[in-house]
């Protein structure tokens, strides 16, 4: 098997993996919900999420049927081989899983409407590519869906106010989000220069990060915890049928500003957060994690 086909599988097995199941950190935090919920209601919910988990991965079949749109995070190395194929290669992936797991197609065209059925199209997958000194190529596959995107906010705060109004402006942002991204969610949160800047550092924050980890900066893990505990206060729970548990996680990544500007983004990830990892070597060893 050549490198091209190496790439090719780790990627199948990477966008089904992370098709049909959560992430195991998300599912071991469900779990550690629903034992925590004093709601019944929400135990319901959240007891019917775990059965529908169990009953998708046992089928080998989407856990939701939004699955995503397709995305990459994409770490190549500057000594992989065939660096210039790989995002065609993984586009090529996406198209053969979404015939054969069955995926659900969702691109289309915002002017025409027209939906080219492989979950391709201008400009998806996203990929976004992290160029390193080394010679293996990772990247992890994220599929998020339409629900938990609906409600993501993005802005630019005066810096003299920003900190004072952003607890207050992310709370708004869960009571606003209601039941849309389908809780117990995870909040990323995202503070860079730019608004693009802000909303990536959201995504990686609400996507990448394993439920329970924390930022590295003590004081930005202070804020996630507090953040996490004002948002479970707010009594939303699963589904939004009321319940101790809104959020599984905050996340918070920062990048430095321009001393004029505070750049703030939002971005939810549904209870549903899935993403698998696949590193490939140029031996054409690979291994894919969740």
Same mark, same amino acid.
């Given at each position: ?55 998708? &991965? ?9 699955? =995503? *749109? @397709?995305? !990459?995070? /994409?770490? +190549?190395? %500057? $000594? ?31 002017? &025409? ?9 201008? =400009? *998806? @997958?996203? !990929?976004? /590519?992290? +160029?390193? %000194? $080394? ?42 989000? =209601? ?112």
């Amino acid at each position: 098997m050549d490198l091209e086909e190496v790439v090719l599988k780790a990627a199948k097995e990477a966008i089904v993996k992370a098709s049909i199941s959560p992430a195991l950190d998300v599912v071991g935090s469900l779990r550690r919900a629903y034992d925590a919920e004093s709601s019944e209601a929400a135990r319901v919910q959240i007891g019917a999420i775990l059965k529908n988990i169990e009953l998708a &991965t046992s089928a080998t079949s989407a856990v939701c049927q939004d699955t =995503g *749109v @397709p995305t !990459f995070f /994409v770490k +190549l190395g %500057d $000594g992989f081989p065939i660096r210039s194929k790989v995002l065609s290669i993984l586009t090529d992936a996406v198209r053969q899983v979404t015939k054969e797991l069955p995926l659900r197609p969702n691109t289309a065209d915002p002017f &025409t409407e027209r939906n080219p059925g492989d979950n391709t199209g201008l =400009g *998806v @997958p996203v !990929f976004d /590519v992290e +160029l390193f %000194d $080394g010679d293996y190529l990772q990247f992890t596959y994220v599929p998020k869906g339409g629900g938990s995107e609906l409600p993501g906010k993005a802005m630019v705060l005066p810096p003299g106010v920003a900190f004072k109004e952003l607890p207050k402006i992310v709370l708004e942002s869960v009571i606003d989000a =209601g039941p849309m991204p389908c809780p117990p969610v995870i909040v990323g949160i995202g503070i860079g220069p730019t608004l693009d800047a802000a909303a990536k550092l959201a995504k990686k924050a609400a996507t990448l990060r394993p439920v329970g980890s924390r930022n590295q900066n003590p004081e930005v893990a202070k804020m996630e915890e507090a953040l996490l505990r004002a948002i479970n206060k707010l009594g939303l729970g699963a589904h939004g049928v009321g319940g101790d548990v809104t959020a599984l996680d905050v996340h918070i990544e920062y990048a430095y500003r321009h001393p004029a500007t505070f750049a703030l983004a939002i971005v939810f990830s549904c209870w549903a957060t899935r993403r698998a990892t696949a590193t490939v070597w140029p031996d054409g060893r690979y291994e894919v994690k969740t």
